[in-house]
Protein backbone atom coordinates (compact mmCIF):
# COMPACT_ATOMS: atom_id res chain seq x y z
CA UNK A 1 0.00 0.00 0.00
CA UNK A 2 2.97 2.35 0.70
CA UNK A 3 4.57 1.33 -2.98
CA UNK A 4 1.24 1.95 -4.64
CA UNK A 5 0.50 5.90 -2.66
CA UNK A 6 4.03 6.67 -4.28
CA UNK A 7 2.32 6.51 -7.68
CA UNK A 8 -1.23 7.02 -6.68
CA UNK A 9 -0.70 10.41 -4.99
CA UNK A 10 1.03 12.40 -7.55
CA UNK A 11 -1.35 10.64 -10.31
CA UNK A 12 -4.10 12.07 -7.71
CA UNK A 13 -2.79 15.56 -7.61
CA UNK A 14 -1.76 15.85 -10.72
CA UNK A 15 -5.28 15.03 -12.63
CA UNK A 16 -6.99 17.40 -9.49
CA UNK A 17 -4.77 19.93 -10.51
CA UNK A 18 -5.27 19.94 -14.27
CA UNK A 19 -9.26 20.08 -13.48
CA UNK A 20 -8.79 22.85 -11.16
CA UNK A 21 -6.68 25.08 -13.47
CA UNK A 22 -8.77 24.13 -16.26
CA UNK A 23 -11.61 25.63 -14.55
CA UNK A 24 -9.43 28.91 -13.85
CA UNK A 25 -8.84 29.15 -17.28
CA UNK A 26 -12.63 28.58 -18.34
CA UNK A 27 -14.08 30.59 -15.60
CA UNK A 28 -11.69 33.52 -15.16
CA UNK A 29 -8.16 33.65 -17.22
CA UNK A 30 -9.65 32.90 -20.61
CA UNK A 31 -13.42 35.27 -20.19
CA UNK A 32 -14.38 38.46 -21.42
CA UNK A 33 -13.89 39.93 -17.87
CA UNK A 34 -10.90 37.97 -15.98
CA UNK A 35 -10.55 40.23 -12.91
CA UNK A 36 -14.48 40.73 -12.48
CA UNK A 37 -14.75 36.63 -12.69
CA UNK A 38 -11.60 36.34 -9.81
CA UNK A 39 -13.35 38.22 -7.66
CA UNK A 40 -16.24 35.93 -8.08
CA UNK A 41 -14.96 32.58 -8.28
CA UNK A 42 -11.65 32.54 -6.39
CA UNK A 43 -13.78 32.98 -2.70
CA UNK A 44 -14.96 29.09 -3.66
CA UNK A 45 -11.30 27.78 -4.37
CA UNK A 46 -10.74 29.03 -1.35
CA UNK A 47 -13.75 27.50 0.49
CA UNK A 48 -13.02 24.25 -1.39
CA UNK A 49 -9.24 24.49 0.21
CA UNK A 50 -10.16 25.11 4.09
CA UNK A 51 -12.86 22.64 3.68
CA UNK A 52 -11.41 20.08 2.73
CA UNK A 53 -8.43 20.14 5.43
CA UNK A 54 -10.69 21.11 8.34
CA UNK A 55 -13.01 17.88 7.43
CA UNK A 56 -9.81 15.47 7.31
CA UNK A 57 -8.64 17.01 10.02
CA UNK A 58 -11.87 16.69 12.06
CA UNK A 59 -12.45 12.99 11.26
CA UNK A 60 -8.94 11.51 11.21
CA UNK A 61 -6.70 14.09 12.88
CA UNK A 62 -8.66 14.83 16.44
CA UNK A 63 -9.17 11.10 17.94
CA UNK A 64 -5.98 11.00 19.78
CA UNK A 65 -7.08 14.40 21.29
CA UNK A 66 -9.69 12.48 22.54
CA UNK A 67 -12.57 15.25 20.51
CA UNK A 68 -14.20 12.11 18.78
CA UNK A 69 -16.44 14.21 16.37
CA UNK A 70 -19.32 12.31 14.49
CA UNK A 71 -19.01 12.75 10.36
CA UNK A 72 -22.03 15.06 10.73
CA UNK A 73 -20.45 17.39 12.76
CA UNK A 74 -17.21 17.71 11.42
CA UNK A 75 -19.08 18.57 7.81
CA UNK A 76 -20.66 21.40 9.31
CA UNK A 77 -17.70 22.93 11.18
CA UNK A 78 -15.76 22.13 7.86
CA UNK A 79 -18.97 23.84 6.31
CA UNK A 80 -18.50 27.27 8.45
CA UNK A 81 -15.06 27.33 8.37
CA UNK A 82 -14.27 27.44 4.75
CA UNK A 83 -17.25 29.88 4.57
CA UNK A 84 -15.30 32.20 6.68
CA UNK A 85 -11.84 31.47 4.73
CA UNK A 86 -14.06 32.27 2.00
CA UNK A 87 -15.07 35.46 3.07
CA UNK A 88 -12.05 36.55 4.20
CA UNK A 89 -10.93 36.13 1.24
CA UNK A 90 -13.36 38.29 -0.14
CA UNK A 91 -12.24 41.08 2.20
CA UNK A 92 -8.50 41.10 1.18
CA UNK A 93 -9.20 41.06 -2.46
CA UNK A 94 -11.44 44.64 -1.97
CA UNK A 95 -9.07 45.92 0.37
CA UNK A 96 -5.95 45.51 -1.58
CA UNK A 97 -7.89 46.05 -5.32
CA UNK A 98 -6.27 48.41 -6.92
CA UNK A 99 -7.17 51.35 -9.86
CA UNK A 100 -6.41 50.01 -13.48
CA UNK A 101 -7.08 50.71 -17.21
CA UNK A 102 -9.87 47.79 -17.71
CA UNK A 103 -9.06 48.36 -21.52
CA UNK A 104 -5.37 47.53 -21.20
CA UNK A 105 -5.34 43.35 -21.07
CA UNK A 106 -1.94 43.32 -19.93
CA UNK A 107 -2.94 44.92 -16.50
CA UNK A 108 -5.97 43.36 -16.29
CA UNK A 109 -4.00 39.71 -16.28
CA UNK A 110 -1.16 41.28 -13.86
CA UNK A 111 -3.80 42.35 -11.55
CA UNK A 112 -5.75 38.85 -11.43
CA UNK A 113 -2.39 37.29 -10.99
CA UNK A 114 -2.03 39.71 -8.33
CA UNK A 115 -5.04 38.51 -6.85
CA UNK A 116 -3.95 34.65 -7.07
CA UNK A 117 -0.75 35.70 -5.41
CA UNK A 118 -2.35 37.09 -2.38
CA UNK A 119 -5.09 34.30 -1.85
CA UNK A 120 -1.73 31.47 -2.26
CA UNK A 121 -1.57 32.98 1.37
CA UNK A 122 -4.37 30.42 1.83
CA UNK A 123 -2.66 27.72 -0.06
CA UNK A 124 0.45 28.17 1.57
CA UNK A 125 -0.79 27.15 5.12
CA UNK A 126 -2.89 24.65 3.84
CA UNK A 127 0.49 23.30 2.32
CA UNK A 128 2.33 23.72 5.39
CA UNK A 129 -0.20 21.58 7.27
CA UNK A 130 -0.47 19.40 4.70
CA UNK A 131 3.80 19.07 5.13
CA UNK A 132 3.85 19.23 8.69
CA UNK A 133 0.70 15.93 8.96
CA UNK A 134 2.69 13.88 6.62
CA UNK A 135 6.59 14.61 5.54
CA UNK A 136 7.55 15.28 9.81
CA UNK A 137 6.31 12.27 10.91
CA UNK A 138 7.48 10.46 8.67
CA UNK A 139 11.28 11.88 10.13
CA UNK A 140 9.94 11.39 13.54
CA UNK A 141 7.96 8.03 13.28
CA UNK A 142 10.97 5.76 13.67
CA UNK A 143 12.63 7.68 16.82
CA UNK A 144 9.11 8.20 18.25
CA UNK A 145 8.69 4.03 18.28
CA UNK A 146 12.16 3.80 19.62
CA UNK A 147 11.42 6.02 22.74
CA UNK A 148 7.88 4.50 22.88
CA UNK A 149 9.48 1.12 23.56
CA UNK A 150 11.69 1.96 25.67
CA UNK A 151 8.72 4.00 27.86
CA UNK A 152 6.91 0.80 27.32
CA UNK A 153 9.60 -1.26 29.26
CA UNK A 154 10.50 -3.16 25.84
CA UNK A 155 7.24 -3.67 24.62
CA UNK A 156 7.17 -3.64 21.15
CA UNK A 157 3.32 -3.80 20.68
CA UNK A 158 2.64 -1.13 23.12
CA UNK A 159 1.73 2.13 22.52
CA UNK A 160 2.56 5.80 24.26
CA UNK A 161 1.79 9.21 23.51
CA UNK A 162 4.44 10.82 21.72
CA UNK A 163 6.70 13.70 23.82
CA UNK A 164 6.11 17.24 22.56
CA UNK A 165 10.09 17.34 22.42
CA UNK A 166 9.81 14.51 19.66
CA UNK A 167 7.58 17.05 17.69
CA UNK A 168 9.59 20.40 18.51
CA UNK A 169 12.73 18.26 17.15
CA UNK A 170 11.05 17.56 13.94
CA UNK A 171 10.13 20.93 13.18
CA UNK A 172 13.84 22.33 13.94
CA UNK A 173 15.25 19.68 11.83
CA UNK A 174 12.69 21.08 8.66
CA UNK A 175 13.68 24.71 9.47
CA UNK A 176 17.51 24.23 9.44
CA UNK A 177 17.30 21.67 6.02
CA UNK A 178 15.01 24.09 4.58
CA UNK A 179 16.70 27.34 5.70
CA UNK A 180 20.58 25.46 4.20
CA UNK A 181 19.31 23.29 1.29
CA UNK A 182 15.82 23.71 0.58
CA UNK A 183 16.43 26.96 -1.78
CA UNK A 184 17.76 24.07 -4.54
CA UNK A 185 14.46 21.82 -4.12
CA UNK A 186 12.80 25.04 -4.21
CA UNK A 187 14.19 26.49 -7.91
CA UNK A 188 13.82 22.78 -9.14
CA UNK A 189 9.76 22.96 -8.14
CA UNK A 190 9.23 26.62 -8.71
CA UNK A 191 10.59 27.62 -12.35
CA UNK A 192 12.70 23.90 -13.94
CA UNK A 193 9.36 22.19 -14.41
CA UNK A 194 6.97 24.43 -15.89
CA UNK A 195 6.82 28.10 -15.82
CA UNK A 196 4.50 28.97 -12.69
CA UNK A 197 2.47 32.01 -12.14
CA UNK A 198 0.58 32.41 -9.26
CA UNK A 199 -2.89 31.05 -10.94
CA UNK A 200 -1.22 27.86 -11.44
CA UNK A 201 0.78 27.59 -8.38
CA UNK A 202 -2.74 28.27 -7.12
CA UNK A 203 -4.05 24.93 -8.41
CA UNK A 204 -1.02 23.44 -7.69
CA UNK A 205 -0.54 23.94 -4.04
CA UNK A 206 -4.61 23.38 -3.32
CA UNK A 207 -4.39 19.90 -5.24
CA UNK A 208 -1.25 19.11 -3.39
CA UNK A 209 -2.33 20.22 -0.02
CA UNK A 210 -5.74 18.08 -0.32
CA UNK A 211 -4.43 14.89 -1.58
CA UNK A 212 -1.73 14.94 1.11
CA UNK A 213 -4.05 15.87 4.09
CA UNK A 214 -6.24 13.03 2.94
CA UNK A 215 -3.25 10.64 2.59
CA UNK A 216 -2.37 11.63 6.06
CA UNK A 217 -6.06 11.11 6.85
CA UNK A 218 -6.03 7.03 5.96
CA UNK A 219 -2.10 7.08 7.36
CA UNK A 220 -0.61 6.65 4.11
CA UNK A 221 3.27 7.55 4.73
CA UNK A 222 3.98 10.13 1.33
CA UNK A 223 6.07 12.77 0.05
CA UNK A 224 4.60 16.08 -0.19
CA UNK A 225 7.70 16.71 -2.60
CA UNK A 226 6.31 14.04 -5.01
CA UNK A 227 2.98 14.89 -5.00
CA UNK A 228 3.09 18.92 -5.91
CA UNK A 229 5.25 17.46 -8.87
CA UNK A 230 2.18 15.41 -9.97
CA UNK A 231 0.34 18.55 -9.23
CA UNK A 232 2.89 20.91 -11.13
CA UNK A 233 2.94 18.34 -14.20
CA UNK A 234 -1.40 18.51 -14.20
CA UNK A 235 -0.86 21.79 -14.08
CA UNK A 236 1.60 21.77 -17.10
CA UNK A 237 -0.48 19.56 -19.46
CA UNK A 238 -3.22 21.66 -19.10
CA UNK A 239 -1.11 24.70 -20.72
CA UNK A 240 -0.14 21.75 -23.35
CA UNK A 241 2.93 19.27 -23.00
CA UNK A 242 5.20 21.73 -24.80
CA UNK A 243 5.56 23.27 -21.80
CA UNK A 244 7.17 20.86 -19.74
CA UNK A 245 10.96 20.75 -19.28
CA UNK A 246 10.99 16.95 -20.08
CA UNK A 247 14.69 16.83 -19.14
CA UNK A 248 13.99 17.83 -15.09
CA UNK A 249 10.93 16.11 -15.21
CA UNK A 250 13.69 12.88 -16.51
CA UNK A 251 15.67 13.53 -13.99
CA UNK A 252 13.09 13.28 -11.05
CA UNK A 253 11.47 10.10 -12.28
CA UNK A 254 15.06 8.99 -11.77
CA UNK A 255 15.71 10.20 -8.56
CA UNK A 256 12.44 8.70 -7.26
CA UNK A 257 13.73 5.14 -8.64
CA UNK A 258 17.14 5.64 -7.52
CA UNK A 259 16.54 6.80 -3.87
CA UNK A 260 14.54 4.21 -3.04
CA UNK A 261 17.19 1.08 -3.61
CA UNK A 262 19.46 3.46 -2.26
CA UNK A 263 18.08 4.35 0.61
CA UNK A 264 17.74 0.60 1.41
CA UNK A 265 21.28 -0.52 0.60
CA UNK A 266 22.61 1.88 2.66
CA UNK A 267 20.44 1.21 5.62
CA UNK A 268 21.32 -2.78 5.12
CA UNK A 269 25.17 -1.44 5.11
CA UNK A 270 24.47 0.52 8.71
CA UNK A 271 22.82 -2.31 10.44
CA UNK A 272 25.44 -4.74 9.29
CA UNK A 273 28.11 -2.82 10.80
CA UNK A 274 25.94 -2.46 14.43
CA UNK A 275 25.52 -6.16 14.57
CA UNK A 276 29.31 -6.69 13.55
CA UNK A 277 30.84 -3.88 16.41
CA UNK A 278 28.07 -5.67 18.78
CA UNK A 279 29.34 -9.59 18.33
CA UNK A 280 33.12 -8.38 18.13
CA UNK A 281 32.64 -6.71 21.55
CA UNK A 282 30.70 -9.54 22.41
CA UNK A 283 33.66 -12.01 21.61
CA UNK A 284 36.47 -9.31 23.06
CA UNK A 285 34.55 -9.36 26.48
CA UNK A 286 33.26 -12.68 26.78
Known amino acids: SIALSWVITPFISGVLAYFLFISILNYI ?12 YLP ?23 LNLTWFASFI ?14 YIVKRLRRRIDYQDRD ?3 DEVERI ?6 FTACAMAFAHGSNDIANAIGPLASVVGIVSSGGDVTGQSPIPVWILFF ?19 VGSNITELTPSRGFAATIATASTVVFAS ?18 VGFARGIQSLNLKVILKIL ?18 SIFVFNIKLRSIIFF
Request: hydrophobic fraction near 55%; aromatic fraction near 8%.
Open 44 to 66: FYIVFTVFVLIMVTCTKGLSHLN
Open 116 to 121: FGILMI
Open 77 to 90: YSIVMGTLAGLLGV
Open 107 to 109: QVR
Open 29 to 40: LNTSRPLHNAQR
Open 217 to 234: GVGLPVSTTQTLVGAILG
Open 254 to 271: LSWVITLPAGAVLSILFF
Open 170 to 188: GAIGLITGLAMMGHKVIAT
